[in-house]
């Protein structure tokens, strides 16, 4: 069974590498280096990630946030 | 024309220099880049706040005709830098803003479906005590799916010196000095600890990238062809996050409270009050009265000096090699207002040489401009005592300039030379005020001089005599 789930991961794992990178050549003057580049789209994904969690967050407490924002609006509405 | 010697890394396109001008040649794909950029809203702002140097497209038909041959098919004219500087010559401060620079241009390219193509902080420079960033041909269409290409060249340069600094106080200026592509990450892994590991920025930029970039390196070797060059599919999105994250890392870095004898100057120095206010009395007197294009302030300390000549001048560099003392200078004069004082650090005993390839693409300090005035307060007792460098030696470097030189000479007597001489009383017993002024009289005349410190020091007003001195001193 842990086999199993250690070749699972592996895939996993083998798969999310394909996925980031590819042997294309890149278009720069500039050796941009094979490691910075696998490092950039981890740190690219995380970067990502944590800017959306942190608007979900965002929404979340937002909700309890409402009322506070609701009565600040009506005080600066402007009369039908 | 004269081509600049620093500018051959990027085939698109190389700067060089005619009469006092600074031009830029395009080849066919970077001009077409231009044509689009400067259009953009984006870039227009970042020229326009002075965040990226003053660009024209050239159109006078004498300059285009000299100027465009071969594969060059565009020309532009550039705002010309004052001075220019190298980044193992800044402070601490001056290059995470240099940093903070760059990074802020690059999110607000991408944003705009751009980027940047490098990460150098050659790319960089001083107007006055704001970084200004001067390559507009590393601006290019954002390709969908590729990452930042300059990231490894901006941790190299910009974010691997600034955490060594922050968090283990090494002066990467002298690593950065001998190695003009930075500090590699497996080079910068050997100095730092496990406890290291876990500072802020450390884990990912440092040992994350050694570790990958060693791990990359191995299995390149390993294939028996040509390696491959690895792109990798990231959006524009992943990029912009990422960068911005890079900006809130920099912009928290700060150096560890530290103290050394010169950032305390202002508060130690051995003047009484009526003393300093006769030497600024004098330096003021001379300085006042007409306009210095170029001012070099050697031994500036915390600047005292270059701010009260920085009415009087259009540009002051001004030189310590302490570098707390020009940070503190850096972080004085930091204001959004323009400036005219570019504070740097370098240790005057051995000023930065030429380097890089064929000893051209980097210009020693001596090479670098023509200064005006030349202040040299209370530092000859450290260059003669200290760094063993001879009276006349000494003299005839700062002779080799062609400035005019307000020079304070502190006497054998005063406590601050009788410090230094603590241990070799004997060595320097040339070292008088008559045998100083012999030697100066022999290369500058003496225009004006007065006592300071009740005799211990003498302050001169020294102009050069036509003709060159004896000894080179390049």
């Known amino acids: 069974m842990l086999g199993s789930l250690d070749k699972i991961a592996g895939a996993l794992a083998l798969g999310v590498v394909f996925y980031i990178t590819s042997t294309h050549e890149s278009f720069a003057y500039l050796d941009p280096g094979a490691g910075s580049m696998i490092l950039t789209s981890i740190l690219g994904i995380v970067a990502a990630t944590i800017y959306t969690l942190k608007g979900y967050m965002h929404r979340i407490t937002g909700v309890f946030r409402r009322g506070h924002r609701d009565v600040a609006g009506s005080s600066t509405r402007e009369p039908d | 024309m004269t081509p600049e010697p620093g500018s051959f890394r990027d085939p698109g396109n190389q700067v060089f220099y005619l009469d006092e001008q600074v031009f830029r040649t395009l080849d066919a794909e970077s001009a077409a880049h231009w044509h689009q950029l400067r259009q953009t809203t984006f870039f227009q702002a970042l020229v326009k706040r002075e965040a990226v140097v003053a660009t024209e497209t050239e159109d006078r038909p004498g300059v285009r005709e000299q100027a465009l041959s071969g594969r060059w098919t565009e020309l532009l004219r550039h705002e010309r830098i004052p001075f220019v500087s190298y980044p193992y010559e800044w402070t601490f401060n001056m290059l995470k803003d240099a940093a903070l620079l760059q990074l802020g241009i690059l999110e607000d390219a991408l944003a705009n479906g751009w980027t940047l193509k490098d990460g150098s902080a050659y790319n960089v420079q001083?107007?006055?005590?704001?970084?200004?960033?001067?390559?507009?041909?590393?601006?290019?269409?954002?390709?969908?799916?590729?990452?930042?290409?300059?990231?490894?060249?901006?941790?190299?340069?910009?974010?691997?010196?600034?955490?060594?600094?922050?968090?283990?106080?090494?002066?990467?200026?002298?690593?950065?000095?001998?190695?003009?592509?930075?500090?590699?990450?497996?080079?910068?892994?050997?100095?730092?600890?496990?406890?290291?590991?876990?500072?802020?920025?450390v884990l990912s930029h440092i040992y994350l990238h050694a570790r990958l970039q060693a791990r990359a390196r191995r299995a390149e070797a390993a294939v028996s062809s040509a390696p491959p060059k690895w792109a990798i599919r990231q959006t524009a999105e992943m990029t912009l996050r990422m960068v911005q994250s890079l900006g809130r890392l920099v912009s928290k870095l700060e150096r560890r409270d530290a103290r050394t004898s010169w950032s305390a100057y202002e508060e130690t120095h051995s003047y009484d009050d009526g003393s300093f206010s006769q030497k600024k009395d004098f330096v003021e007197r001379h300085v006042r009265g007409r306009r210095w294009p170029l001012v070099y302030d050697l031994g500036c300390n915390t600047g005292t000096f270059s701010r009260l000549c920085s009415e009087h001048a259009d540009c002051i560099v001004a030189i310590d090699q302490d570098e707390l003392a020009v940070d503190t200078l850096y972080r004085r004069i930091k204001t959004p207002a323009s400036g005219n004082i570019i504070p740097l650090v370098m240790p005057l005993s051995n000023v930065s040489p030429d380097q890089g390839w064929r000893g051209r693409e980097r210009k020693s300090f001596e090479h670098r401009a023509r200064p005006d005035l030349i202040l040299c307060l209370a530092l000859i007792h450290h260059m003669v005592v200290s760094a063993n460098i001879p009276l006349r030696n000494f003299l005839d470097w700062i002779r080799a300039f062609g400035a005019s030189v307000i020079l304070e000479f502190v006497g054998p007597d005063d406590?601050?030379?009788?410090?230094?001489?603590?241990?070799?009383?004997?060595?320097?017993?040339?070292?008088?005020?008559?045998?100083?002024?012999?030697?100066?009289?022999?290369?500058?005349?003496?225009?004006?001089?007065?006592?300071?410190?009740?005799?211990?020091?003498?302050?001169?007003?020294?102009?050069?005599?036509?003709?060159?001195?004896?000894?080179?001193?390049?």
């Open chain 2, 126 to 201: 001083w107007r006055g005590q704001r970084p200004v960033f001067i390559d507009v041909s590393s601006f290019e269409p954002y390709r969908p799916g590729e990452s930042w290409i300059g990231y490894r060249q901006f941790c190299m340069m910009f974010l691997i010196p600034l955490l060594l600094k922050a968090h283990r106080d090494i002066d990467t200026a002298a690593l950065c000095r001998s190695d003009l592509e930075g500090i590699d990450p497996e080079e910068a892994l050997k100095f730092i600890s496990v406890r290291d590991i876990f500072r802020r920025g």
């Open chain 2, 415 to 474: 406590e601050m030379t009788l410090q230094l001489l603590k241990n070799r009383r004997n060595v320097h017993s040339g070292y008088t005020q008559e045998a100083f002024e012999s030697v100066a009289r022999s290369m500058f005349d003496i225009l004006d001089s007065a006592p300071l410190k009740g005799g211990r020091r003498r302050i001169y007003l020294l102009q050069p005599k036509a003709q060159e001195p004896t000894e080179a001193s390049a």
